[in-house]
Structures are given as structure tokens and as C-alpha cells.
């Protein structure tokens, strides 16, 4: 397992020259700002700039498959930074980012799609090709319908992070003070947490009622379908990412290479061989977990260890999907766009 050798992040968002910062303009934008933080300071990268090889393949061998990552041609002619990806399918995905940001892949190519705001994008997620929500900067929310991207009334104003469902009346979204919304197919609503925070990065389920959302500080919360409750992470390293496979099978990740695992009683630490900081993940099963971060880390966990993967680039990685056993997205600073495909 590769170990990279880089500091561990501090991170302390009442000293911004301390930060790289990711995007342009991306320090009045302070929930942005804090969410990048997880995955892109001067102490640990530099943000690198998008490789000009755009067809690049870089070839590995993984513990179950000989596959490659291939770089794919970005769209948008600025480059901006692609903050998560998400999809129905592998010919069905879009990815969201900074300046209102939305691309679309059909299994062929990545085209822009009209997304109606200039705001930064930071989450995605849907129930269907025809029924798609995007969040982000200033309480924006966009619905897709199948043929245009529209404005959402959200009821707030602080800038939201990621965004999650169980159903298409049953979807959560969370951002910067602590904020946590949920929309029950007219309307969105703020939820009363009781827990003091600077804000949330991520969040994810397995039901209306079974729902985890981690954020600075090391705070993890589980809600019941009732009321939001305090978990015991056993880091103050901040969270940065959620996914499961279940609801004892789940796990976190974040700053100084911080992977814990949640067996439905616990949360415990995991070695994950990097201290850069990660802040995407998602699987297809127990066995099979992408994790990405800083400096081009790729994770992957085969339900005994997590082994470092080769990238093929240093830019800092924001967002992993995978729609199947080892069919793989990520996206990232300079609007990097990876793809992973078993062959």
C-alpha cells in the first residue's frame, strides 16, 4: 500500500490564508470553502491543473480485476471544478460544479446542460432519469424533470453540500450552520437538530428512518425517522463523506486519511494507508468501496483492506459513483472526469 508522505490538514476556517483555495471566487462562497477544506489545503496539495491529455489510460491491476481509468473530455470549455457526480446508470450520469455547472453523460460523451443558475453546484442525486434534484450555494435547489433544469423555492439561504432520498417525497440535503432540509414532494423543509455545528458534508441512507450525515468536527448524526442523534465517531477529524451498505455496514470518511466503519452498534477506525485528506466514497457492495481525495487518492476496499489505486493525476478528486461492480466515476478540480470500467 502507497503512503504518500503528506502532512496531515489543520484546519481552522477563521484563518483563510492557510487555504488553497479551489475554484475561483471559491472564499466569499464560505460553505464551499469549508467543503473543500475536507480535500484541498496548502499543508497537504496543491490543486493541480487539469492534464492536457485528455484521453490519457492508465492501466492497473486490482485485487479482483485488470482494469484502466480513463481520463474523458470535460464539455465545458472553462474547466470548472466538478464538486460530485451521480447517476441512473453508466449511460445516465450528471456531474455538478462551480458556476452552475451540470453536465450529462449518455454513455457515449459528457454534453452541458441549461441549469438556469450561475451559483456553485456541490450535490446530485435523483430517483429517475426525469426526476433529478441539484443543490448548492445560497439555498439553491434545481429539479430536473427529463428536458430542463428548474429553480426550486428552497426556504433558506446558507449554502448546501450534498443531497440524498429514499423516495421522490422523501429526500435530505444539508449545508453550512448545521443545516439540515427535508423535501416531502411539495415542499422543503428545515428539521431541528438540537446539536450546535458549523456544518455538514455529506449524508446518506438506507430509509426514511435510517439516516446518517457527518460534518466538521468529527460530528456524525443518525436520524430515526423522528429525531436527529448524536453518534460517537471517535475522531474530530471532520467528516467528509457517507455511504453504506446497509445500516451495519457503513462508512465515513475525511481528514488525515480518517476511514471509520459502522458494524450497526459502533463506529471504528480502519487503516487506510494515505494521511491526505478524502472526501468522496461509494460502492457497490460490502466488498467493493471507491474512496477519493487530495493529491488524485483513490481507495479501494474489498471487504479486507483498503489499497491505494493509481490515478493517473494529482488534481484533487471531489466526488465518486459507481453504478456497478467496478464501473466507476469521479470528478474533480479542473473538471476532471475519470472512468473506470472492468474489463
Given at each position: 500500500m502507497v503512503r504518500d508522505g503528506s502532512k496531515k490538514a489543520v484546519f481552522d476556517i477563521t484563518r483563510p490564508n492557510q487555504l488553497?483555495?479551489?475554484?475561483e471566487n471559491i472564499l466569499k462562497k464560505l460553505f464551499i470553502l469549508s467543503l473543500a477544506l475536507i480535500l484541498c489545503t496548502s499543508t497537504i496539495v496543491s490543486c493541480a491543473t487539469l492534464s492536457k491529455n485528455k484521453s490519457s489510460t492508465i492501466t492497473y491491476t486490482s485485487t479482483t480485476s485488470t482494469s484502466d481509468w480513463v481520463s474523458q473530455k470535460d464539455?465545458?470549455?472553462n474547466q470548472n471544478v466538478l464538486y460530485a457526480v451521480w447517476g441512473i446508470s453508466s449511460s445516465d450520469v450528471f456531474a455538478v460544479g462551480a458556476k452552475g455547472t451540470i453536465i450529462h453523460y449518455d454513455g457515449n460523451v459528457w454534453s452541458i446542460m441549461p441549469s438556469d443558475t450561475n451559483y456553485d453546484l456541490s450535490g446530485v442525486w435523483g430517483t429517475s432519469s426525469s426526476d433529478v434534484f441539484a443543490v448548492g450555494y445560497q439555498g439553491?435547489?434545481?429539479?430536473?424533470d427529463g428536458n430542463t433544469w428548474s429553480q426550486v423555492v428552497s426556504g433558506i439561504s446558507v449554502d448546501l453540500g450534498r443531497v440524498w432520498g429514499?423516495?421522490?417525497?422523501?429526500?435530505f440535503t444539508i449545508g453550512r450552520g448545521g443545516a439540515i432540509l427535508h423535501y416531502d414532494g411539495n415542499t422543503w423543509s428545515s428539521m431541528n437538530i438540537n446539536v450546535l455545528e458549523n456544518g455538514f458534508f455529506d449524508l446518506w441512507g438506507t430509509s426514511s428512518s435510517d439516516?446518517?450525515?457527518g460534518g466538521m468536527g468529527g460530528i456524525i448524526l443518525h436520524y430515526d425517522g423522528s429525531t436527529w442523534g448524536n453518534m460517537?465517531?471517535?475522531?474530530t477529524n471532520a467528516i467528509?463523506?457517507?455511504?453504506g451498505n446497509s445500516s451495519s455496514d457503513v462508512f465515513a470518511i475525511g481528514d488525515g486519511g480518517t476511514i471509520l466503519h459502522y458494524d450497526g452498534h459502533k463506529w471504528s477506525n480502519m487503516p487506510s494507508g494515505t494521511t491526505n485528506p478524502i472526501g468522496g466514497i461509494w460502492g457497490s457492495s460490502s466488498s467493493d468501496v471507491f474512496a477519493i481525495g487530495a493529491g488524485g487518492t483513490i481507495l479501494h476496499y474489498d471487504g479486507h483492506k483498503w489499497s491505494n489505486v493509481p490515478s493517473g493525476t494529482t488534481n484533487t478528486l471531489m466526488s465518486v459513483w459507481e453504478s456497478s461492480t467496478f464501473n466507476v466515476f469521479v470528478v474533480g478540480d479542473g473538471g476532471i472526469i475519470l472512468h473506470y470500467s472492468a474489463q
Open positions: 488553497l483555495l479551489v475554484g464539455p465545458d470549455p439553491t435547489v434545481l429539479h430536473y429514499s423516495s421522490s417525497s422523501d429526500i439516516v446518517f450525515a460517537t465517531s471517535g475522531t467528509g463523506g457517507i455511504w
